[in-house]
């Protein structure tokens, strides 16, 4: 806690215990004085009662007041009252307030030596009864009684005085003890009342302060880690470039991200993701000193700042120390997780001199890592700014084709071996630049993927290319190719329906082309996605078959209707050192067995396309029967040129066209 919170609390709990004593105090008074008022009056009330009692009762007060015996009658009564235990006096006055007579206890006698009483005197003067209530200080006395002076008047000329005395000690013990109950139990009732909105507010403060400090901590650090976060990643970097200068220290901002991390999240639950989240962080701050930084900016990037007498050697060894502890296996319940990482690294003052500087540049050589394959170490260089601009502008490039549809279309042929006849197209998005150069897709899709809009690129494409082919004869095909991205909203057949039912295109005209990196992603769920394709009428097709993991898994769990061979098997045809016609043939052979077709790409010779056609292809594809078009080229009557083209192709049997043929290959 806080000293300044700690002593405001100190201080709000003694004025609430003097508020708290201040109301039990005023509470006790107030029934204290209450009690005595009270007491009082019933004491005066009934001492008064019993003086005019004893007026009413004796018919010689007048006599007796000059001095004369009292009567039978008299003394009778004045016994009478004595042995009832509520009278234990009584005094008789003459009119100047002299006393005559005096029964007390037993005992009832005329006084042989009159006493002047001033209260006697002022009742008889005033006509009014004049009441006392003390307390008794002597053994003859009760401890508290009341004394009434009543004067009594005889055809309105004032006879005498009779003053009672009544013994209210009794009265007084019993009204203290219930004012003392009663008192007691409002005292505690007036405490309840008060310290349990006390005590509420004293845990309401003490909430209101932890979750204070929690806002504070949330602030300054990342809530799945409990590493800085960016905002206190900047601060401690100022605070740092301010006091390098006085110490002639440097420091080195090693920029982290964990490889292909999105693979472990799909693979495993985001609970997995998070414990390796957690782990990362756990084995950062092993490495570290204690004046060094680590923070997580969000997702999987992670930053620490190294500081002290720091040179690029020594940046580079604890950059090397980082990637091998966070390559050690990571145990999540019955799996074991390998993650490795990808490091961008910036030093001062050579890579910058302000936090936001130093940042960015170890963020630029982090891309660096990752664009070299992931896994390793990269420095910051001058010329990663220029990389930088350029991938800044190519993204507002993807970003202003997809708000405003900018995207074009090219359409490759596809024609059949056996038949001699052209099939259909394959449709290749295009990305236009203002200066109206065309940026191919191996450049623009990745960099689409990693800012996700390769979905709304997809839809794009899928939509145009069915419009297009719905006006072409309905023998033809056009295939489109597809990204796992599409298929993360579980819905991806339901887009498909629609557009086919929006552009009017028959879903047997439509093949769907898929890579094993799909299937490797969430392989029931994918594959069940892709039957639901299938049950419509769509062809579904493994793309670029013999350049990933190949798994025959995936040909006998689903029924593909084609295989498309990857177009290096066509670029290494020939090679003495390459068995590519074997594997070829090979993958010809399964498909036929598997009742699938065969289309192989990257046909370039016509001695290619010869060896195709004695192995049997079903259907080929390069730049040898015709290059990508726009659809208005083909929509001008290309249709029917590309029919009689296929002929030549077939008969040809020399490298001599390859040539130009492989650098329109290799420029695509």
Not at 476 to 499: D, H, K, R
Not at 509 to 532: G, H
Not at 598 to 623: K, R
Request: with cysteine; aromatic share 8%; net charge negative.
């Amino acid at each position: 806690m806080l000293p300044f919170a700690k002593s405001t609390i100190e201080r709000n709990i003694g004025v609430l215990a003097v508020v708290f004593c201040i109301l039990v105090g005023g509470t006790w008074a107030i029934v204290k004085l209450t009690s005595d008022y009270l007491l009082y009056q019933d004491a005066a009330s009934t001492a008064r009662d019993w003086a005019r009692y004893l007026v009413d009762s004796t018919d010689d007060l007048e006599q007796i007041a000059a001095g004369e015996q009292p009567s039978a009658a008299s003394m009778a009564f004045f016994r009478a009252t004595q042995r009832s235990g509520a009278v234990f006096r009584y005094e008789i006055f003459n009119r100047e307030g002299y006393s005559q007579l005096v029964s007390q206890r037993s005992e009832v006698e005329l006084v042989d030596v009159s006493e002047f009483s001033a209260d006697a005197a002022r009742s008889i003067t005033t006509g009014q009864p004049i009441i006392d209530v003390e307390e008794g200080h002597s053994k003859d006395l009760p401890g508290f009684f009341a004394r009434a002076y009543v004067p009594v008047f005889v055809d309105n000329r004032p006879v005498a005085i009779v003053a009672a005395y009544v013994d209210e000690t009794q009265e007084r013990d019993n009204l203290y003890r219930a004012v003392l109950i009663a008192a007691a139990s409002l005292c505690l009732l007036t405490g309840l009342s008060f310290m349990i909105p006390a005590v509420a507010w004293y845990r309401r403060t003490k909430e209101k302060q932890q979750a204070d400090r929690r806002i504070r901590f949330l602030a300054q650090h990342d809530t799945l880690t409990g590493l800085a976060n960016r905002a206190s990643l900047i601060e401690a970097l100022d605070r740092a470039l301010v006091t390098l200068p006085l110490h002639g220290d440097t420091l080195a901002v090693h920029f982290i991200d964990v490889d292909r991390f999105k693979e472990v999240n799909d693979s495993f639950g985001h609970d997995s993701g998070d414990f390796v989240l957690k782990t990362v962080a756990e084995r950062l701050l092993a490495l570290v000193r204690i004046d060094d930084t680590v923070a997580r900016l969000g997702g999987d990037e992670f930053v620490v700042v190294q500081r002290g007498h720091i040179t690029k050697r020594d940046a580079e060894v604890f950059a090397g120390r980082i990637a091998n502890a966070l390559a050690a296996p990571v145990r999540f319940g019955e799996y074991e997780i390998v993650a490795t990482v990808s490091i961008g690294v910036a030093l001062t003052p050579a890579d910058g001199t302000e936090s936001n500087r130093l940042l960015k540049s170890a963020d630029l050589a982090l891309y660096k890592s990752k664009a070299d394959g992931r896994n390793c170490v990269r420095f910051f260089l001058p010329e990663m700014d220029a990389a930088l601009v350029a991938r800044l502008t190519l993204e507002r490039t993807i970003r202003d084709a997809v708000q405003n549809d900018r995207f074009v279309l090219h359409f490759q042929p596809i024609f059949e071996v056996c038949g001699q006849e052209l099939t259909g197209f394959e449709a290749l998005v295009r990305l236009p630049t203002p200066d109206g150069t065309l940026i191919p897709p191996g450049v623009f899709i990745p960099v689409a993927e990693e800012i996700r809009l390769i979905d709304k690129i997809g839809a794009w494409v899928l939509r145009e290319a069915c419009r297009t082919a719905a006006t072409w004869p309905e023998h033809l095909t056009v295939a489109v190719n597809l990204s796992p991205a599409q298929f993360e909203s579980g819905s991806f057949s339901e887009l498909v329906a629609e557009i086919l039912k929006e552009t009017g295109l028959a879903p047997k005209r439509l093949e769907l082309e898929i890579t094993e990196t799909l299937l490797l992603a969430n392989s029931a769920a994918i594959l069940q996605e892709l039957q639901r394709l299938k049950e419509m009428g769509v062809a579904v097709v493994m793309d670029d078959f013999g350049t990933g993991y190949s798994s025959l898994s995936y040909l006998w769990r689903f029924p593909f209707n084609k295989i498309k061979i990857d177009r290096s098997f066509m670029q290494a045809f020939g090679a003495s050192d390459h068995d590519a016609e074997i594997v070829v043939k090979t993958i010809i052979a399964l498909g036929r067995e598997l009742h699938m077709q065969v289309t192989v790409e990257g046909v370039e010779t016509a001695t290619q396309a010869a060896f195709l056609d004695q192995a049997a292809a079903d259907q080929v594809q390069g730049f040898y029967f015709g290059r990508p078009m726009p659809a208005a080229d083909i929509a001008a009557g290309l249709l029917k040129g590309l029919h009689r083209r296929l002929a030549k192709p077939l008969a040809a049997t020399s490298h001599e066209d390859a040539p130009e043929a492989a650098k329109a290959a290799a420029e695509s």
